[in-house]
Structures are given as C-alpha cells and as structure tokens.
C-alpha cells in the first residue's frame, strides 16, 4: 500500500488544529487507559491499522494487558472489563456507527458512571479518534 497524501505537511493549519483536540484531551480527569480503549475500540471498528497500532503500543506503557488488548473487540463476551469501561465501550461502539444513534439506555448507563464533564470528555475522545481515523485511512498512511 502506499500513501496518498500528507495533510500534516500539506494543510498544517488543519493538522495543528486535530493536535488541539488532542492536548485538550490530555488535560482531561479520564484515566489513560480509558482513553486507549476508547482509541483502540473506534480504531477496529473503522479497520485504522495505523491508529490500532499506536493506541495498542500506548495502552501497554499505561499498563494495559495483553489479554484485555486482545479480547476488545468481543468485550462483551468476556469479564475482563469493568462495568464502567463496558459502558465507555457501548457507547464508543454507538458514536462511531453513529447511523445506529446513540441508545438513550447506552447513555444513560455511562451517565451512572460519569459526571457531565467527564462524559463530555468521553464523547470529545471518541470523536477525535474517529476523525484521526479518517484521515489514516484516507490518507493511507502507514504503519512504523
């Protein structure tokens, strides 16, 4: 496969303005590696090779597990992950098919867990992969 295009070296306005997104999210309360199974889920489901990557290799330094990296895609079928991470998981599964919308039970279950502000965080993370994961994609760029 070869690339297509670099939008960081071609549009560096646009670029500068998806890293704003990110340092916003580095300020935010979620626990890290919260915010890499939110990265890792969206990323299989939109089939980023590039970001499922990166986001795997950034949950080991935050001391995810194999296992758990492993078996997310099938979180459901297992008892690895806690309830709150199954709600997050939900609904980062219903944001990125978001032609499915996003369940009021979906939301409600996260919304026991978190607080408005961290449930905004959470819906701020899981758009912002899903965008990175566009550009990936579109852009094919490659792996290492």
Request: charged fraction near 20%; hydrophobic fraction near 40%.
């Amino acid at each position: 496969m070869e690339s297509r295009i670099d939008i960081q070296k071609v549009q560096p306005a646009a670029y500068q303005a998806m890293y704003a997104l990110e340092k916003y999210l580095s300020t935010s309360n979620l626990n890290p590696i919260l915010k890499e199974l939110i990265k890792m889920r969206a990323s299989q489901i939109n089939g980023c090779a590039f970001c499922i990557n990166m986001h795997t290799t950034d949950a080991r330094k935050y001391g995810e597990t194999e296992q758990r990296i492993y078996l997310l895609n099938a979180w459901r079928e297992t008892n690895l992950f806690t309830e709150e991470e199954q709600a997050v998981l939900a609904l980062t599964e219903e944001v990125t098919l978001i032609n499915h919308h996003v369940s009021d039970a979906t939301y409600q279950k996260v919304a026991g867990f978190f607080n408005e502000e961290e449930i905004a965080q959470i819906i701020m993370a899981i758009v912002t992969i899903n965008a990175w994961n566009r550009i990936a994609i579109t852009s094919k760029t490659m792996v290492g």
